[in-house]
Nanobody
Framework: QVQLVESGGGLVQTGDSLRLSCAASGRTFSTYAMGWYRQAPGKQRELVAAISKGGSTNYSDSVKGRFTISRDNAKNTVYLQMNSLKLEDTAVYYC??????????????????WGQGTQVTVSS
């Protein structure tokens, strides 16, 4: 059982930076692949970034070079550093966890565990 709680969302201006945090419960955090998804109103959920238990990362093309995913296993926390925010980054951001990284795990969008989401709104 893994419980995920996101935080750090808010209202920012284009070009600003924001860091999202996802705190995970359980002593097995280090064995899970972690990811960030987002969903804008009227849009489908999409993968933003993912990180394996070993530190391998994957980013959507729309955020490469601007966002960075990282994890601190000692704190059972995964982060999403978002820089140079754009209007199209506005969405609810969800943290996800799965035992597997790749097409059958986090990257497939069928994670075992999901957080409730945190709202990120970018305005001009």
């Amino acid at each position: 059982q893994v419980q995920l709680v996101e935080s750090g969302g808010g209202l920012v201006q284009t070009g600003d930076s924001l860091r999202l945090s996802c705190a995970a419960s359980g002593r097995t955090f280090s064995t899970y692949a972690m990811g960030w998804y987002r969903q804008a109103p009227g849009k489908q959920r999409e993968l933003v970034a993912a990180i394996s238990k070993g530190g391998s990362t994957n980013y959507s093309d729309s955020v490469k070079g601007r966002f960075t995913i990282s994890r601190d296993n000692a704190k059972n926390t995964v982060y999403l550093q978002m820089n140079s925010l754009k209007l199209e980054d506005t969405a609810v951001y969800y943290c996800a966890a799965d035992p597997f990284f790749g097409r059958t795990g986090i990257l497939d969008g069928r994670a075992h565990y999901w957080g409730q989401g945190t709202q990120v709104t970018v305005s001009s």
